[in-house]
């Protein structure tokens, strides 16, 4: 939701891995399928992010970012395009994330997979929270906890 509202407000673009899955997967149930489409969809919206930063525009990009080592794999990546490089850290507890994506598998749209909280759990357990010294490596940081 945050990152479509910043893309309302600005020249930017944004990628979403979900919704380019969504739009050419057969069975959006094959854990096996969306786990093969994953890494080539990052892939190529990593390198077409690199081209429009060198472009001077503005890209978002809508992975989810759960670890430290992605996330320095992308910073890494961008930085010599010399753009900005920000980053937004949603600071939800868990039982409101759950709330949120069960009010949002009510009202799937064509783009959107559905999550189930099975899978919001094993994420969570994965999920490593930007520390001090990996925030400083960023041009902007942002957090919101609500």
Do not use: C
Not at 48 to 65: P, R, S, W
Not at 71 to 83: I, V
Not at 100 to 113: V, Y
């Amino acid at each position: 939701t945050l990152a479509k509202i910043i893309e309302e407000h600005g020249r930017t673009i944004r990628f979403s891995p979900d919704e380019w899955i969504k739009k050419i997967i057969w069975n959006e149930n094959d854990e096996k399928q969306l786990q093969v489409m994953r890494g080539p969809i990052e892939d190529i919206q990593l390198q077409l992010t690199y081209k429009l930063l060198k472009a001077g525009l503005d890209v978002i990009l809508e992975n989810g970012f759960w670890t430290t080592d992605e996330r320095m794999k992308y910073l890494n990546t961008l930085k010599p395009t010399g753009a900005r490089i920000n980053l937004y850290y949603l600071n939800i507890p868990y039982d409101v994330l759950i709330k949120r994506i069960n009010e949002r598998n009510s009202r799937l749209t064509d783009s959107d997979l559905f999550i189930d909280e099975k899978e919001l759990s094993e994420w969570s357990k994965i999920f490593e929270a930007p520390s001090i010294k990996e925030i400083k490596l960023y041009d902007d940081y942002r957090e919101y906890s609500h």
